[in-house]
């Protein structure tokens, strides 16, 4: 088996973004075939497995860049994490909403997030996360 994925990977070669295969069909890493017209595209399990992974690299950058992070509940960890997995590093334009969150002032730091064009955006997840924010509680 590994002789055979050796080979693979010597013909298709990796490439870590989607790309456009030389018969023009949407691809990923070692040829993995994802464009929808020829019924590709990815498991639910790969899918999660790629989340987690994702997750991971957040919290770690999220601990490198705010000082204040790991005195953080799990809730409000929990919101900084969920926007920085939508956002990326935009997530550190909002000064004012860490701001308030280093100084433990979480109504001012959720009145922030709503304040945002961020908000306009994603609709019902900033209404969650502020509230998840203020209350320190999961909404489920």
């Known amino acids: 088996m590994q002789e055979l994925l050796n080979l693979l990977k010597l013909h298709e070669g990796f490439v870590s973004h989607c790309y456009d295969c ?7 890493g070692f040829g993995r075939l994802i464009d929808k017209k020829l019924g590709g595209g990815i498991t639910e399990e790969e899918a999660e497995y790629l989340l ?26 929990t919101v900084l994490i969920d926007m920085y997995f939508n956002m990326g590093n935009r997530l ?14 979480f109504t001012k730091a959720a009145e922030e997030m709503l304040n945002s064009r961020w908000a306009g955006q994603v609709g ?3 209404v969650r996360l502020s509230e998840m924010m203020e209350s320190d509680e999961y909404p489920f």
């Open 124 to 126: 019902q997840r900033a």
């Open 22 to 28: 030389s018969e023009g069909y949407k691809t990923i």
């Open 52 to 77: 987690k992974n994702d997750v991971n690299k957040s919290v770690v950058v999220l601990q490198n860049k705010l000082d204040f992070f790991s005195e953080l509940s799990e809730v409000r960890k």
């Open 92 to 105: 550190f334009k909002f000064e004012k909403t860490l701001e308030h969150i280093k100084n433990k002032n």
